[in-house]
């Protein structure tokens, strides 16, 4: 019955999850037609993620009231045969045989002697004692079956990293070519003076630097035993590829999070008793720093370390309203990726960043160089083992220091 209850609550709490997200999607639309436009990027794509979740809740929910159903219909029918059972055996038996006293037995004890049989049928009954079979009884006979994958709760998820886009890394050590001065354009003449044809123009060089960057190598190995190999069930080699190949991707994202920490741009505050209000006046003043930094090439978002979700969240619910001007952060998406958006400003979760870390930062200042060397193995026969690895060379490149700002709770 516990377990019943349970997937009844699942099933309430995924119906709830469609209503909220069709309410969000309503409302994100509704307020883009109030105010007579088409709905932003960020809009469409929070609209997206929505839809997808109501179709994964709408499955999850049908497969559960399904399994709800059978199993009540199996209760339901076990209840009936046990009725029919307890029916027969009274039947049969008269009931359970119960003696209100040593006389009352011993009477039946005297009436069995001389032949009456009801008396001899009350201490059958009676004296019966069924052996009760058990499966402590049959180990021998009882698999241990395993059910499903090897659970492994890690999140191998590298949101920042594939919003960058991997470039092609192809050299140990590569140079990255920066301008770090323009040439010069101005009217002709004095300032402020009239034109004057003969006027010798401005001029100013270009100057133009170059960032360096070397190939970091990340990697861990296993070595399995062949018996392991042959006998295990799930495989345990796929289950060991499958974790070093998740430690990679969380290392690499990682790597990205200290780049974008070692920025020594000036942080931007919010308060250390944060509202939607200062946040929002935060993000702005990075944002503004940044397009000087980088001239307004590549898109600003918001990266937050799974600390700063909790002060973040509670402050823009997705509820679209005049005061949020369409902001919202979901606790249903609580987890690594596009999470919503502040002030307009597409918002992604890392566990890749440090404790408690807030940047706004523009997808052009921060670059990322992957090969990916992927799996290698080596059998060793004297001990009968393979050896597998798993590889790759990761580079995080941070070109314009201005263009990462770190929002703080001061």
Same mark, same amino acid.
């Given at each position: ?11 309430? $709490? ?82 359970? *045989? ?22 001899? #049928?009350?201490?059958?009954? +009676? ?26 709760? !890690? ?20 140079? $990255? ?22 006027? #010798? ?8 630097? $170059? ?14 035993? $062949? ?84 002060? +973040?969240?509670?402050? +823009?619910?997705? *509820?679209? /309203? ?44 921060? #670059? ?25 060379? +990761? ?6 220091? /201005?263009? *990462? !700002? #770190?929002?703080?709770?001061?």
């Amino acid at each position: 019955m516990e377990e019943s209850t349970k997937t009844d609550a699942m099933i309430g $709490r995924l119906q709830r999850e469609i209503a909220e997200r069709d309410s969000f999607i309503q409302g994100t639309v509704a307020n883009a037609q109030d105010a007579e436009r088409d709905l932003t990027g960020s809009e469409q794509e929070l609209i997206t993620e929505a839809r997808k979740r109501i179709e994964v809740a709408e499955e999850q929910a049908d497969t559960l009231q399904a399994a709800s159903d059978r199993s009540r219909q199996a209760r339901q029918k076990a209840a009936d045969v046990q009725t029919q059972m307890a029916k027969m055996r009274h039947e049969v038996d008269h009931g359970e *045989i119960e003696y209100r006293s040593a006389g009352e037995y011993a009477l039946d004890l005297y009436q069995a002697h001389f032949h009456n049989r009801e008396a001899a #049928e009350r201490l059958e009954i +009676f004296g019966r004692a069924a052996a009760h079979q058990k499966t402590g009884d049959n180990a021998g006979l009882i698999p241990n079956p395993i059910i499903g994958g090897v659970l492994n709760f !890690i999140d191998s998820g590298r949101p920042l990293v594939n919003l960058l886009g991997p470039r092609p890394l192809e050299a140990a050590t590569w140079f $990255r070519p920066l301008v770090t001065q323009g040439t010069s354009v101005a009217v002709q003449g004095a300032a402020g003076a009239a034109a004057d044809e003969k006027a #010798e123009l401005v001029s100013q060089k270009m100057t133009i630097t $170059r960032l360096q960057a070397n190939a970091v190598t990340y990697g861990g190995y296993v070595n399995v035993s $062949r018996q392991d190999i042959d006998f295990s069930n799930p495989a345990a080699m796929d289950a060991v590829i499958n974790d070093l190949a998740s430690r990679y991707a969380i290392q690499t994202e990682a790597a990205l999070g200290v780049s974008l920490d070692a920025s020594t741009s000036t942080n931007v505050g919010y308060g250390a008793s944060p509202t939607a209000a200062t946040i929002r006046t935060a993000v702005w003043t990075a944002a503004a720093t940044i397009y000087t930094a980088t001239g307004g090439l590549g898109q600003v978002v918001l990266a937050l370390s799974p600390g700063r979700l909790p002060v +973040f969240g509670p402050l +823009f619910v997705p *509820i679209v /309203n005049v005061s949020q001007t369409g902001d919202g952060l979901s606790a249903g998406n609580f987890g690594q990726g596009l999470v919503g958006t502040v002030a307009g400003v597409p918002t992604y979760m890392s566990a890749g960043l440090g404790t408690n870390k807030a940047f706004v930062f523009s997808t052009a200042a921060e #670059e990322v160089y992957e090969q990916r060397v992927g799996t290698l193995q080596v059998t060793e026969p004297s001990v009968l083992g393979v050896q597998v690895a798993y590889a790759g060379y +990761f580079t995080p490149l941070r070109v314009v220091d /201005n263009g *990462i !700002i #770190e929002l703080t709770a001061t």
